[in-house]
């Protein structure tokens, strides 16, 4: 089954492609839903800190990272269930950014590499299929 | 070797610090240099100028063998940094240890709850045991991994 990738034109110039994401804690089903922006850069998905008392996420471990500057730095790492239409990857790791602003989701390669991936810049339209459900598939 | 004691040991950590260990005390210690919520109004003052004296002294420390005790900023705070420094401890003395190494271990109240291949299984396992605990999941490695967040945004 494939699912649809969106294109946003509006928040963004160039537009920036997407899928309509949904966030749990990893152990229970109330979901938040959010735009998952598509984000090739991320090595791994990001949720926006607010999500993290919404959902009461508890975080278990650390991960580096480094941003687009090079500035390297400890973020707070959660597992959290993410839906897309009927397809849930449970416990998929994310990091939040501490920048407020932050309101979409970054999906980032640990779920990306998931997928069979089909964009199109001239109609704005894209599909992907998700070979696993598993993160650990992502390699 | 120097010994600095506060105002109510039992609610403080006490560790050892040592030369070979890794910069990870550092950023620990530079955190964990608050207080406790359980303190008082006056205490929280009297121990957030202690904090800052602390971190003071962190400097001139001779390092080797020197202990330190400290307090903590939040209760999740305590919980989780009081399970990522028993990691800590635990990587140190086992590093080298061929039964961890590779291997992902979950500290919970900071003991060793368990050990795996795989920490997305260790989470799991807590949650089932536990619910939504405070627990500190981490790599016994020699390297460590860093990941990039690459795109910048408008």
Avoid: C
């Amino acid at each position: 089954m494939s699912y649809e990738i969106k294109y946003d034109g509006f928040a963004e110039f160039p537009s920036f492609q997407y899928v309509g994401v949904q966030i749990s804690n990893a152990q229970n089903e109330h979901y938040i839903p959010q735009k998952g922006k598509i984000d090739t850069g991320a090595y791994m998905t990001v949720i926006p800190e607010y999500m993290v008392k919404l959902l009461n996420l508890k975080s278990p471990t650390i991960e580096e990272a480094g941003g687009f500057d090079s500035d390297v730095r400890e973020h707070d790492a959660y597992f959290v269930n993410v839906k897309i239409d009927d397809l849930v990857y449970p416990y998929v790791k994310v990091i939040t950014q501490s920048d407020k602003r932050r309101q979409n989701v970054l999906v980032g390669r640990n779920l990306l590499n998931l997928w069979h991936m089909k964009l199109n810049g001239e109609t704005h339209k894209g599909e992907f299929t998700s070979f696993s459900q598993n993160p650990i598939d992502a390699t | 070797m120097t010994e600095y004691k506060w105002k109510k040991p039992q609610k403080r950590t006490l560790i050892q610090i040592r030369k070979d260990e890794p910069k990870q005390w550092l950023q620990d210690f530079s955190i964990l240099a608050f207080y406790d919520p359980d303190y008082s109004p006056s205490e929280i003052d009297q121990i957030k100028k202690m904090g800052t004296s602390v971190q003071t002294l962190w400097k001139d420390l001779p390092i080797e063998g020197s202990k330190i005790s400290f307090a903590f900023k939040t209760s999740h705070d305590f919980k989780i940094n009081k399970n990522r420094s028993a990691y800590n401890i635990f990587v140190n003395e086992n590093l080298h240890d061929p039964k961890f190494q590779e291997k992902y271990v979950v500290f919970v109240n900071g003991q060793l709850e368990d050990v795996a291949d795989n920490e997305v299984e260790l989470v799991k396992q807590v949650h089932e045991k536990y619910g939504n605990i405070d627990m500190y999941v981490g790599k016994v490695s020699l390297e460590k991994t860093k990941g990039m967040i690459e795109s910048p945004e408008r």
